[in-house]
């Protein structure tokens, strides 16, 4: 059985300031928590799992704090509304220096919902996208619902937070690519090899100061009447035509 403070202080890393603080977030499920000790368990603080998940992962626990819990308990802990047989403290990752060089980047102008933002984390991953630039008004990439949505690739793709118009402005050498309605057919573009993408808010689109940092506006050709596609499945068509 955990105890009230234990469980005061996994219910507290809902929250962003008691997150920074302890410089730790919350991923739940056997698929989240699985990946995650696979890639690196040394991120991974604590495991509280229930009796069943936790003999079947013993070896992979090897390294790992872990604690067998109740359904109860597990209930009391969780951020999901249908608790899911195990819940880790992950420690908030160390990203170090960006650097976009002979690569592909996602830059994301003020994303907003956190399942739009754990969505594009795991697409960038489908399609070997490793890092991602947000903006500093982008939803928290700790933030629970984001950590679920990204179905464990926040484990592989590292996301920065700066200030979006002043570091595209150093990118000199770098092409900048911004998604909009009104540029070029990007399923007639060729691929690319180096560049960064930008993908502008959920409703707004890219700000016109930013957007005259782009050296290329492109755009996906609709067929029907929809006024505008999710940031997250345009990402997808994006990297799927780009990549």
Known sequence: M?????????QS???????????????????????????????VKEVYGVKEWINENRKLLAQ??????????????????????????VHQFSTGVIDVK????????????PG????IIRIADWFGVVQIICSEDSADVYNPKVIQS??????RVKVFYTDIRRWLSDQKDIWIYATVLDGEDVTQMKKI??????????????????????????????KGKAE????????????SHLT
């Open 150 to 155: 990204t179905m464990g690739s926040i484990a």
């Open 116 to 119: 739009n933002l754990g969505t």
């Open 2 to 10: 955990l105890v009230k403070s234990k469980v005061k202080y996994i």
């Open 193 to 222: 090899k180096q560049g960064i993408i930008l993908i502008g808010n959920e409703s707004k689109g890219i700000s016109p100061e930013i957007l005259q940092l782009a050296n290329d506006r492109i755009t996906i050709p609709n």
């Open 228 to 239: 505008s596609l999710n940031a997250a499945v345009a990402t997808g068509i994006i990297l």
């Open 64 to 89: 790992t704090e872990n604690v067998e819990i109740s359904e109860a308990d597990l209930e009391k802990i969780s951020h999901l509304k249908t608790p899911n047989k195990v819940l880790a403290v």
């Open 13 to 43: 890393l809902g929250q962003k300031k008691f997150r920074d603080e302890a410089g730790v977030f919350i991923a739940e499920g056997p698929k989240i928590v699985r990946e995650l000790l696979e890639t690196d368990p040394s991120v």
């Open 102 to 113: 002979d690569s592909i980047t996602l830059a994301l102008c003020d994303i907003k919902d």
